[in-house]
């Protein structure tokens, strides 16, 4: 059974940080790809930022880059987003996924996703 856990939400003022953590119950090299997707209230899931397992290689969705960094600790078996600079627009439900596609920001190149952890940034 693969599970994985988000903790790290909460609220902030716009221009604040939070860093999201994401447990994977198994071993992170059996996916190509975590990613961290999002979904606002009344808007289709998207994809935030993802991180081949491999090698570590990253992409990201334009409006976070320069400001949100995925990385992952293979001895903790653990995958983080740091949000710096976070907008009102960044409030969102925040999942975390593990798929087989390096590198996608799609979907259903995802098999397995966490509860979420709630982000909410005021101005």
């Known amino acids: 059974q693969v599970r994985l856990v988000e903790s790290g939400g909460g609220s902030v003022q716009a221009g604040g940080s939070l860093r999201l953590s994401c447990s994977v119950s198994?071993?992170?090299?059996?996916?190509?790809?975590m990613a961290w997707f999002r979904q606002a209230s009344g808007k289709e899931r998207e994809g935030v930022a993802t991180?081949?397992?491999?090698?570590?290689?990253?992409r990201y969705r334009d409006s976070v880059k320069g400001r949100f960094t995925i990385s992952q600790d293979n001895a903790k078996k653990t995958v983080y987003l740091q949000m710096n600079n976070l907008q009102p627009e960044d409030t969102a439900m925040y999942y975390c996924a593990s798929g087989f596609v390096s590198l996608a920001l799609y979907e259903y190149a995802y098999n397995y996703w966490g509860q979420g952890t709630q982000v909410t940034v005021s101005s």
């Open positions: 991180i081949a397992t491999a090698d570590g290689t990253t």
């Open positions: 198994g071993d992170i090299f059996s996916f190509n790809s």
